[in-house]
């Protein structure tokens, strides 16, 4: 099972998100703990500029971001927000869980 995870954001910070990292570090940061828990196969971690959105999918999500006031990084899975302004792990374990993702330990367990 392969989940994408799609990190809306631009290249300014929000104004309430001065101190925090960007939306692209904040995907490399997410590849790189999501993988390691996971397994690289399993996650795949798309960034999107939302002031330069490429499908139509993606002119949705930009269009909810400035309509709704929504901080970003936005992290959206399968349709649905995750995480808003300064995204937690523990939101995101919990979303890839519930959609049938195990964590390699678990799995390593298991066998």
């Keep these: ?10 290249e300014q910070l929000c104004a309430s998100c001065v101190n925090l990292p960007s939306a692209k570090e904040t995907a490399e940061w997410l590849q790189a703990a999501l993988s390691r828990k996971y397994g690289s196969d399993s996650i795949r971690i798309v960034y999107s500029d939302f002031q330069h959105p490429q499908t139509e999918d993606d002119k949705s999500w930009a269009t909810r971001i400035i309509e709704e006031d929504l901080w970003y990084p936005l992290v959206v899975i399968s349709g649905e927000i995750v995480g808003e302004g300064n995204p937690k792990l523990k939101d995101i374990y919990e979303k890839l869980e519930s959609m049938g993702l195990t964590p390699l330990a678990a799995q390593a367990d298991s066998e």
């Design 1 to 10: 099972m392969s989940v994408e995870i799609k990190v809306f954001g631009t």
